[in-house]
């Protein structure tokens, strides 16, 4: 029974151990990945405060230099829209 109960202990030990370890691991990669997003759109206010106007060609630019898709995989995508006063739109095609 003393072993067993030494044995059951110790199992139980290395296991918390583990799965603080891999807790650990795990919040670390997502403040990462989150510290990651933060500066891809910490990145996009600069291009905003740095410009009279942001041009769809601009943000076009600004998006294909991140390279989402290879360096950021997890990241849907990235946009703005623009507000558009309601005399500024273009007349409704009935």
């Not at 030494?6 to 510290?35: H, P």
Request: no cysteine; charged share 30%; hydrophobic share 40%.
């Amino acid at each position: 029974g003393w072993a067993f109960q030494t044995v059951d202990t110790r199992n139980k030990s290395a296991a918390q151990t583990e799965f603080e370890l891999r807790s650990q691991e795990m919040t670390l990669a997502i403040q990462n990945r989150l510290a990651t997003y933060t500066q891809t759109l910490k990145g996009a206010l600069g291009l905003f405060m740095a410009s009279d106007e942001v041009t769809r060609d601009d943000w076009r630019a600004y998006f294909e230099t991140l390279e989402l898709d290879r360096l950021f995989p997890g990241m849907q995508g990235l946009g703005f829209a623009e507000w558009v006063r309601r005399r500024n739109r273009p007349a409704a095609r009935r």
